[in-house]
């Protein structure tokens, strides 16, 4: 039988696990050895390909759906870090408020002067800082924050 099977395999291109021998013909299965006598069974139906197996989409679009409704977004399913998911204005926004806000209050405590302010604003502005402890640190270093 492993030689029908084989041979069928090849006229039907498929696996041999796919090929199928009806069950009540086995005695005419085993007297064809030729691919002549094979494909004369195939043309009768007596043997037959089973049909391919799928990967069913029912999982998937279950998640789609979920994603749809801003499911599935926690930390554990997130790659990449916040930056690389967020907008980049909100991002430039938000440091940029900071920074501002900082040395606002700054300049209201009368800790720096005037033209020291235009100049961290105007670099802050620029985008030259990374973040408002990176402004303190340069302040610091440039010796224009007044100590109480």
Same mark, same amino acid.
């Given at each position: 039988?492993?030689?029908? @099977?084989?041979?069928?395999? =090849?006229?039907?291109?498929? %696996?041999? =696990?796919?090929? !199928?021998?009806?069950?009540?013909?086995?005695?005419? !299965? @085993?007297?064809?050895?030729?691919?002549?006598?094979?494909?004369?069974?195939?043309?009768?139906?007596? !043997?037959?390909?089973?049909p391919v197996q799928g990967i069913?989409?029912?999982?998937?679009? @279950?998640?789609?759906?979920?994603?749809?409704?801003?499911?599935?977004?926690?930390? #554990?399913?997130?790659? #990449?870090?916040?930056?690389?998911?967020?907008?980049?204005?909100? !991002?430039?926004?938000?440091?940029?408020?900071?920074?501002?806000?900082?040395?606002?209050?700054?300049?209201?405590? #009368? *800790?720096?002067?005037t033209e020291h302010f235009r100049?961290?604003? %105007?670099?802050?502005? #620029?985008?030259?800082?990374? %973040?408002?402890?990176? *402004? $303190? *640190?340069?302040?610091?270093?440039?010796?224009?924050?007044? $100590?109480?």
């Amino acid at each position: 039988m492993n030689l029908q @099977k084989r041979l069928a395999s =090849q006229l039907l291109k498929c %696996s041999p =696990q796919r090929v !199928i021998f009806d069950e009540s013909k086995l005695t005419e !299965i @085993k007297e064809a050895i030729t691919k002549f006598d094979i494909r004369g069974l195939i043309n009768r139906k007596i !043997i037959k390909k089973r049909p391919v197996q799928g990967i069913s989409q029912v999982r998937a679009r @279950k998640i789609k759906i979920q994603k749809k409704r801003e499911r599935r977004k926690s930390a #554990g399913s997130r790659k #990449g870090r916040f930056s690389a998911r967020a907008n980049p204005k909100f !991002i430039w926004m938000n440091t940029a408020r900071s920074q501002r806000s900082f040395l606002k209050k700054l300049k209201s405590k #009368g *800790l720096i002067s005037t033209e020291h302010f235009r100049t961290l604003y %105007s670099k802050s502005k #620029g985008g030259f800082f990374r %973040s408002v402890q990176h *402004l $303190k *640190l340069f302040a610091n270093e440039q010796g224009w924050i007044k $100590k109480k």
